[in-house]
């Protein structure tokens, strides 16, 4: 079965200084992962995805991440953190199962930008 | 822009209701999902559905139904309201494939 896990509950970065939220999948065959972000009483927001190509990929509001095959991680990061960034972010992978079509999220990092 | 919209953002019903929540999207999708959001679980899929009348269930069904009668719209049904089911639901839409979902805004229910 698919799963991501995100080894952080929290993650506490200064404004302006580079952050990373971490993410490890365990898949059988290609990995298609995602990263979605919430904000305080919202839903979930589509950042990017990796599905194929290169392992740097970029996304919404300055967020890129990066596919590593080797160390089976799909890292976030940004190179200088805003305090709008605060929220909680999930990572999620492809489950083959059900066509295809279902995502299997992690628990969820909040990250917390301070000034 | 994806338009996915939830009947409720809170409710707040008493054990042993049914309860009805309603999703609806506006991008002709064929997907639906309904998850459930709890603290340091994450989010855990529920029902889900690839066609209009076609349902399959998620990792926790127990205590849920579901209805598509219309693509763009999605029920999820508490047949017999517990406490142990507060929390916050999110409903989903996207394509066939390996696509993104669009979220709702979430509804909050309290069953006290």
């Known amino acids: 079965a698919q799963s991501v896990a995100q080894p952080e509950d929290q993650v506490n970065v200064a404004e302006g200084n580079p952050l990373t939220v971490k993410c490890t999948y365990s898949?059988?065959?290609?990995?298609?992962l995602f990263w979605y972000v919430q904000y305080p009483n919202r839903g979930l927001q589509f950042l990017l995805k990796y599905i194929t190509g290169d392992n740097l990929v970029k996304g919404s509001y300055g967020f890129e991440a990066e596919f590593n095959k080797s160390q089976t991680s799909f890292h976030l990061k940004k190179p200088s953190a805003l305090v709008s960034d605060s929220a909680l972010y999930f990572c999620?992978?492809?489950?083959?199962?059900?066509?295809?079509?279902?995502?299997?999220f992690g628990t969820g990092t909040q990250l917390k930008v301070e000034l | 822009d994806v338009k996915v919209t939830q009947s409720s953002r809170y409710l707040v019903k008493r054990t042993g209701e049914k309860v009805f929540l309603e999703c609806v999207q506006d991008?002709?999708?064929?997907?639906m999902f309904w998850y459930r959001q709890d603290p340091g679980l994450g989010l855990r899929l529920i029902y889900f559905s690839y066609d209009v009348k076609m349902k399959e269930k998620g990792d926790i069904p127990e205590g849920y139904s579901v209805s598509r009668e219309k693509k763009e719209r999605f029920s999820l049904i508490l047949e017999s309201a517990s406490t142990n089911q507060t929390s916050m639901y999110l409903c989903?839409?996207?394509?066939?494939?390996?696509?993104?979902?669009?979220f709702g805004p979430g509804t909050r229910l309290t069953v006290t």
């Open positions: 991008m002709d999708h064929e997907n």
């Open positions: 999620a992978v492809r489950d083959a199962t059900g066509g295809g079509n279902k995502l299997t």
């Open positions: 989903a839409s996207g394509l066939q494939g390996v696509h993104e979902q669009y």
């Open positions: 898949v059988s065959g290609n990995p298609y």
